[in-house]
């Protein structure tokens, strides 16, 4: 018998499903505290971050750029995260801590960046969306926007799930 989900849209996290996504993200995954990102927007299949500009992230000094490796890890992270989100939601018959603890097998299967622009500015956004959830493979699509909302760069990535 085929079990009915609602749609992903009508999902809606848990404060507690949150926390403790937001928890693993940006502070146990410690690569991500030294890029500065943070979750903004936390949906079933569409996340949001953000990445302050700070010294540590220049690629090009006499611009002020971001560096390539800086927007790369971005994208990764946060479609990393998107398929977390894509999972959670699969499982919300599971109790919150549960569904925390289905991640630790995800793997970047694939990742392709094309920059479209330099990255100059304050702060910028990342957005990862869940193009496929399968059973051992998910796949992710990718913006990496400017403080004004000018698209710099964009990406493609598939993620093993077990």
Known sequence: MIKKTAPAA???FEPEFVIGL???????????QVLGLKITTLEPKL??????MKRELIGHFSFNRLHG???SAGLDAMAGLA??????????????????HRFGKLGTIDLRVD??????GEHFELRAEVMRLGSRVASV?????GAT?????TGTAAYMLS
């Open 10 to 12: 009508d999902i809606e």
């Open 22 to 32: 937001k928890k693993i993200f940006e502070e146990m995954i410690v690569f991500n």
């Open 47 to 52: 996340v949001r971050g953000r990445i302050d």
């Open 69 to 71: 490796g800086v927007i």
């Open 83 to 100: 398929v977390m989100a894509a999972i959670g939601a699969r499982h919300m018959d599971e109790p919150p801590l549960q569904r925390l």
């Open 115 to 120: 920059y479209l622009r330099p990255a100059i």
């Open 141 to 145: 699509r990718m913006e990496f926007l």
């Open 149 to 153: 909302g000018e698209l710099l760069s």
